[in-house]
């Protein structure tokens, strides 16, 4: 089982990005991806889950309506758009995958992480 995160980057506030998670070696489409991200000096913290099989997401109150997770099933990829970025959006961005979808955003629970991508929202 692998994750690679990419589309981490450098980006002025009120822009966007989109991340990306490409996944390979799951034996099958039951398990859910979460997003999480990591600041400097802070805990990581849950964005938003989705599950691979039927699309149900999950966000955390306080990402909800600046961030949208999607997934491309055919690529087995799958995405974190970011919009209107601030400064304390800042930080690795981690995807991960739940092998029991509980779709939740607890850190623990997840059992696969990829390597991370780091966001910097600075002008």
């Known amino acids: 089982v692998q994750l690679v995160e990419s589309g981490g980057g450098l980006v002025q506030p009120g822009g966007s990005l989109r991340l990306s998670c490409a996944a390979s070696?799951?034996?099958?489409?039951?398990?859910?991806i979460g997003w999480f991200r990591q600041a400097p000096g802070k805990e990581r913290e849950g964005v938003a889950c989705?599950?691979?099989?039927?699309?149900?997401?999950y966000y955390a109150d306080s990402m909800k309506g600046r961030f949208t997770v999607s997934r491309d099933n055919a690529k087995n990829t799958f995405y974190l758009q970011m919009n209107s970025l601030k400064p304390e959006d800042t930080g690795v961005y981690y995807c991960?995958?739940?092998?029991?979808?509980?779709?939740?955003?607890?850190?623990?629970?997840?059992?696969?992480w990829g390597q991370g991508t780091q966001v910097t929202v600075s002008s």
């Open positions: 989705i599950s691979v099989s039927d699309a149900n997401t």
């Open positions: 070696g799951f034996p099958h489409d039951y398990y859910a």
């Open positions: 991960a995958a739940d092998m029991l979808m509980t779709m939740d955003l607890v850190p623990k629970e997840y059992d696969y």
